[in-house]
T-cell receptor, first 116, second 115 residues
């Protein structure tokens, strides 16, 4: 299994500012994902981040708002830009294990963001 | 596109009774199905998966799930519920659309096990 850590674990930010969330994995993984989850709600995929290529964004999410970096096989960042209260959510980093597509996907503990 | 549906927002069960959390899927091709659990203020934990083979899949914490192709279902079950099983449960399906590999989640079902 993969162990994933995220920083920060939570933050309170003012509207109009930006926050960068870091995701560190204890092993090399090809595919990393960023999800958003309202407390008690389902998870929505923001983007897929593969090392060495541009992130692929889901419908409703754009690079200007959620720029992603993937400098190597164990690390990624997600920035939430020009924040508004609607961005208040839990942001989760996720990776697929070594089994590839048939394997389970592992999740970080999440970053709880509150925008005031 | 692949999708899963969890028809129940909440399931209430008495401790010691069997529990079932329902999930139906809609996929083109062979489904790769997963169950995850989320305890309060904690991240998602993998419970079990169905890829191929035996329709009854056993997973963590005594949970199992039955894959039923004719009913397009993948219900999560446990013979005897514990209060500590109270959590949010998500069914998910692997989506390979567009050449990208991603996990699509259901809306989630809150399980409440009462003493």
């Amino acid at each position: 299994s993969a162990v994933i850590s995220q920083k920060p674990s939570r933050d309170i930010c003012q509207r109009g500012t930006s926050l960068t969330i870091q995701c560190q994995v204890d092993s090399q993984v090809t595919m990393m994902f960023w999800y958003r989850q309202q407390p008690g709600q389902s998870l929505t995929l923001i983007a897929t981040a593969n090392q060495g290529s541009e992130a692929t964004y889901e419908s409703g999410f754009v690079i200007d708002k959620f720029p992603i970096s993937r400098p190597n096989l164990t690390f990624s960042t997600l920035t939430v830009s020009n924040m508004s209260p609607e961005d208040s959510s839990i942001y989760l980093c996720s990776v697929i294990g070594t089994s590839g597509g048939t394997g389970e996907q592992y999740f970080g503990p999440g970053t709880r963001l509150t925008v005031t | 596109a692949q999708s899963v549906a969890q028809p129940e927002d909440q399931v209430n069960v008495a401790e010691g009774n069997p529990l079932t959390v329902k999930c139906t899927y809609s996929v083109s091709g062979n489904p790769y199905l997963f169950w995850y659990v989320q305890y309060p203020n904690r991240g998602l934990q993998f419970l079990l998966k169905y890829i191929t083979g035996d329709n009854l899949v056993k997973g963590s914490y005594g949970f199992e799930a039955e894959f039923n192709k004719s009913q397009t279902s993948f219900h999560l079950k446990k013979p005897s519920a514990l209060v500590s099983d109270s959590a949010l449960y998500f069914c998910a399906v692997r989506d390979w659309t567009g050449g990208y590999n991603k996990l699509i989640f259901g809306a989630g079902t809150r399980l409440a096990v009462h003493p």
